[in-house]
């Protein structure tokens, strides 16, 4: 199976919302509501922002937020600060057992 | 608070095997229910599941289909860690390898600060 398709970067100005879409099919993110996104900065270990579609683990600022509209994901940073500079990365769960990844949204803050 | 600490060598030799340990705080291997994984991260292949153990009355491990027939994970209970071997290993293996607790539905948290393994003669 192919990794979900991601764009590779995304901008935006501090204070405004941004997008990030992750692209599958109907046999991961159409078919599961398994999808999870992971910040990820230079030389660190991914940090889990998002779980199940839009759950977000405790700790992470309700600025990420997380929907899913047919074989598509997106991950959605408001007001966003410079702190959230990072790559991102998407990864859904999929038939027999197995994980896709994203090969990554490189999130950019103007 | 989970905390996973992982160590093992850097540099593995073609056709060797690959052997990495993730030492668990604040949480137990054998907690029922809860899945240990190993991840891999290379600038080739992206982000990539090798595969899992977790205790649910008895132990269960499960391999990414493209893993399965080189990579063994295994518990510690005694030394509250999970190992990972990766046999016959060639440069295509050199990435950073990640431990990490969670499931495939319901994503990984927290990860191990990742082991850089370079596959080099």
């Known amino acids: 199976q192919s990794a979900l398709t991601q764009p590779p970067s995304a901008s935006g100005s501090p204070g405004q919302s941004v997008t990030i879409s992750c692209t599958g099919t109907s046999s991961d993110v159409g078919g599961y509501n398994s999808v999870s996104w992971y910040q990820q900065n230079p030389g660190k270990a991914p940090k889990l922002m998002i779980y199940?579609?839009?759950k977000r683990p405790s700790g992470v600022p309700d600025r990420f937020s997380g929907s899913k509209s047919g074989n598509t994901a997106s991950l959605t940073v408001s007001g966003l600060q410079a702190e959230d500079e990072a790559d991102y990365y998407c990864?859904?769960?999929?038939?027999?057992?197995?994980?896709?990844f994203g090969a990554g949204t490189k999130l950019t803050v103007l | 608070q989970v905390q996973l600490q992982q160590s093992g060598p850097g540099l593995v030799k073609p056709s060797q095997t690959l052997s990495l340990t993730c030492a668990i705080s604040?949480?137990?291997?054998?907690?029922?229910?809860?899945?240990w994984n190993w991840i891999r991260q290379s600038p080739s292949r992206g982000l990539e599941w090798l595969g899992r153990t977790y205790f649910n009355s008895k132990w269960y491990n499960d391999y990414a289909v493209s893993m399965k027939s080189r990579v063994t994970i295994n518990p510690d209970t005694s030394k509250n860690q999970l190992s990972l071997q990766l046999n016959s290993v060639t440069p295509e293996d050199t990435a950073v390898y990640y431990c990490a607790r969670g499931y495939l539905q319901k994503g990984f948290d927290p990860w191990g600060q990742g082991t850089l393994v370079i596959v080099s003669s």
């Open positions: 604040g949480d137990s291997v054998s907690t029922n229910g809860a899945a």
């Open positions: 199940e579609v839009s």
């Open positions: 990864s859904s769960y999929a038939d027999s057992m197995n994980l896709l």
